[in-house]
């Protein structure tokens, strides 16, 4: 098993998840068009790439991976969707057959050189036409097809909202345009072609904001937990086997420990930090003191801050402005003082509806924010307050911003 970086795994770099894997399996073969939610860096993407790849081993299904991170429009989807559909013959051939008056020499062009080609002839007014038709040709091959589409929210958020974050009525009218036509795609095909939805912008909390959270109806969500610590254990003792070092089990416990919870990015960052550190001292055998060190120094230090970095950046799209500056007061109250409870809440709902926030869509109180950090993984319940989900990340928020914390209402 090779290490993992920061992009996705598969094959014999995928570890675990094997009860997931089965369920997402049967879920395709009935035709159960799904969402996979998770925060960052949980392995959506990873296993949805792992999922395909093993259905397509044993030659059940077809499958079709699109990613729309960088989508900036419904026809801009539709045109990416369309070259991504290459692996499935019937659809592959409908798309080359309908670019014929175009190009004739059609097969000769890269993907990137198609796309664009595409792209040119998919407008405002036709992208429902067009996706209707890769729809149809995808639904008529021999076997049913497995469409998933990876960062949908990124493009739902990227519709929605306007360059100060506000989510518009513009905004509104094209996702509920997109997502009416996915829905509707989805629900006459239901069989033929199963959708697996996934991305680290929740789509609900976003699809709630929005009010147009019927769209999600037709898809049922599958929360993609982090690895138990039984897993993240053993994927460290595989790991260290493969790299020739020695991690004790007590050792990768406390690694474990320290985490609290096991993303399992999390979990190979932590190992990478450590393999490097003991080649750096020349020696095989890690120790619990340079756990405590590797931990401190380098997942806290420079090089992890890039990667967790991205649990903040996230929340300013998401959440918009006026969203982001509560949810940073919440979440550093809350790394500050090692939990959060429903008092404190209380106290900054009634400080923020004095305030005089950045100009917002005006649904966003404390409780939306709220909402979505459960949602998404940042803080959970406990004993009637609430804390952060992750040890890491809430020690990384802590250095950051929790320095000389005092909360807004006593500033
Ligand atoms: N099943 C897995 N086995 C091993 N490493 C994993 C697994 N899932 C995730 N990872 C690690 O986490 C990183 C991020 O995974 P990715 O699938 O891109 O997450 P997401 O799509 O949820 O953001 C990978 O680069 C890898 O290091
Ligand atoms: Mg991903």
């Given at each position: 098993?090779?290490?993992?970086?920061?992009?996705?795994?598969?094959?014999?770099?995928?570890?675990?998840?094997?009860?997931?894997?089965?369920?997402?399996?049967?879920?395709?073969?009935?035709?159960?068009?799904?969402?996979?939610?998770?925060?960052?860096?949980?392995?959506?993407?990873?296993?949805?790439?792992?999922?395909?790849?093993?259905?397509?081993?044993?030659?059940?299904?077809?499958?079709?991976?699109?990613?729309?991170?960088?989508?900036?429009?419904?026809?801009?989807?539709?045109?990416?969707?369309?070259?991504?559909?290459?692996?499935?013959?019937?659809?592959?051939?409908?798309?080359?057959?309908?670019?014929?008056?175009?190009?004739?020499?059609?097969?000769?062009?890269?993907?990137?050189?198609?796309?664009?080609?595409?792209?040119?002839?998919?407008?405002?007014?036709?992208?429902?036409?067009?996706?209707?038709?890769?729809?149809?040709?995808?639904?008529?091959?021999?076997?049913?097809?497995?469409?998933?589409?990876?960062?949908?929210?990124?493009l739902v958020n990227r519709l929605l909202r306007d360059e100060e974050g506000c989510i518009t009525p513009g905004g509104k009218q094209e996702?509920?345009?997109?997502?009416?036509?996915?829905?509707?795609?989805?629900?006459?095909?239901?069989?033929?072609?199963?959708?697996?939805?996934?991305?680290?912008?929740?789509?609900?909390?976003?699809?709630?904001?929005?009010?147009?959270?019927?769209?999600?109806n037709i898809l049922s969500p599958y929360d993609l937990k982090p690895w138990s610590r039984e897993t993240a254990v053993s994927c460290l003792?595989?790991?260290?086997?493969?790299?020739?070092?020695?991690?004790?089990?007590?050792?990768?416990?406390?690694?474990?420990?320290?985490?609290?919870?096991?993303?399992?990015?999390?979990?190979?960052?932590?190992?990478?930090?450590?393999?490097?550190?003991?080649?750096?001292?020349?020696?095989?055998?890690?120790?619990l003191e340079d756990v405590e060190r590797v931990y401190v120094q380098d997942m806290q230090g420079v090089s992890g801050q890039v990667d967790?970095?991205?649990?903040?950046?996230?929340?300013?799209?998401?959440?918009?402005?006026?969203?982001?500056?509560?949810?940073?007061?919440?979440?550093?109250?809350?790394?500050?003082?090692?939990?959060?409870?429903?008092?404190?809440?209380?106290?900054?709902?009634?400080?923020?509806?004095?305030?005089?926030?950045?100009?917002?869509?005006?649904?966003?109180?404390?409780?939306?924010?709220?909402?979505?950090?459960?949602?998404?993984?940042?803080?959970?319940?406990?004993?009637?307050?609430?804390?952060?989900?992750?040890?890491?990340?809430?020690?990384?928020?802590?250095?950051?911003?929790?320095?000389?914390?005092?909360?807004?209402?006593?500033?």
């Open positions: 098993m090779r290490k993992g970086g920061i992009n996705w795994v598969d094959g014999e770099d995928f570890f675990g998840r094997e009860v997931e894997l089965k369920a997402l399996e049967d879920r395709m073969h009935e035709g159960i068009h799904t969402l996979l939610t998770a925060q960052r860096r949980m392995g959506k993407t990873s296993l949805v790439r792992e999922l395909q790849r093993r259905l397509v081993e044993k030659g059940q299904l077809e499958v079709v991976f699109v990613d729309l991170e960088a989508a900036i429009d419904p026809a801009d989807a539709i045109a990416e969707i369309s070259v991504r559909t290459k692996p499935v013959d019937t659809a592959w051939k409908a798309i080359v057959n309908s670019m014929r008056s175009i190009s004739d020499r059609i097969e000769e062009l890269s993907v990137a050189d198609l796309k664009v080609k595409l792209r040119a002839r998919i407008d405002a007014g036709n992208w429902r036409q067009r996706g209707d038709a890769i729809f149809t040709a995808l639904a008529e091959g021999d076997r049913s097809v497995v469409l998933a589409i990876d960062e949908l929210p990124i996702v509920d345009a997109f997502l009416s036509w996915l829905r509707k795609a989805g629900q006459s095909h239901r069989g033929r072609v199963t959708l697996i939805l996934s991305g680290s912008v929740g789509l609900q909390p976003l699809l709630e904001q929005a009010g147009l959270i019927a769209h999600a003792e595989e790991l260290a086997g493969s790299y020739g070092i020695g991690l004790a089990p007590e050792v990768c416990r406390d690694m474990c420990r320290r985490l609290r919870c096991c993303i399992p990015h999390h979990v190979q960052m932590f190992f990478d930090r450590m393999h490097q550190h003991l080649q750096r001292t020349g020696r095989e055998n890690a120790s967790l970095q991205h649990y903040e950046n996230r929340l300013e799209p998401v959440l918009g402005r006026a969203g982001y500056a509560i949810a940073l007061e919440i979440l550093t109250a809350t790394a500050a003082a090692g939990g959060i409870t429903a008092e404190t809440i209380d106290r900054y709902r009634d400080w923020f509806s004095t305030q005089e926030l950045p100009r917002g869509d005006g649904t966003l109180s404390v409780n939306d924010v709220l909402h979505v950090l459960l949602h998404d993984g940042y803080l959970e319940p406990e004993d009637g307050s609430y804390r952060f989900v992750s040890g890491l990340i809430e020690e990384w928020w802590d250095r950051r911003y929790g320095q000389g914390f005092i909360p807004a209402f006593d500033r």
